[in-house]
């Protein structure tokens, strides 16, 4: 059974920093993961993605040069270091995986979310 759980949300002042995990289980091969947020009264965004091998990064014009995602393949977790945080990121997030299966459809898997509120 695939199962992503978030941890490391929290209350930080604007300016601070948090750092998020996703731990996955439940299947074997690396995937592309996701960090999606979604604040108060808002539709879910993208914030960041990373490549099977870590490689690869993407993030939202909104968090460039402030978030970072990583991941440890061996720890099956990736993880996403939030800096110079600001009110408006104030949201819940979620991490996000999409896996093929052997009939080559989609299946889509989301964490139940932790929540980050940027408040002073």
């Given amino acids: 059974q695939v199962q992503l759980v978030e941890s490391g949300g929290g209350l930080v002042q604007p300016g601070g920093s948090l750092r998020l995990a996703c731990a996955a289980s439940g ?7 996701r960090w999606y ?5 808002k539709e879910r965004e993208l914030v ?3 490549t099977s091998a870590g490689g690869g ?3 939202a014009d909104s968090v460039k040069g402030r978030f970072t995602i ?10 996403l270091q939030m800096n110079s945080l600001k009110p408006e990121d104030t949201a819940v ?3 996000n ?3 093929v299966d052997s009939t080559f459809r989609r299946h ?3 964490g139940p979310g932790t929540q980050v509120t940027v408040s002073s």
Avoid at 37 to 41: A, D, L
């Fill in 97 to 99: 995986t999409v896996l």
């Fill in 48 to 50: 960041a993605g990373i």
């Fill in 70 to 79: 990583s991941r440890d393949n061996g720890k099956r977790t990736i993880y």
């Fill in 37 to 41: 947020r979604q604040p108060p009264g």
């Fill in 108 to 110: 889509n898997y989301w």
């Fill in 57 to 59: 990064t993407n993030y």
């Fill in 27 to 33: 299947f074997t091969d690396s995937y592309v993961m």
């Fill in 93 to 95: 997030y979620y991490c």
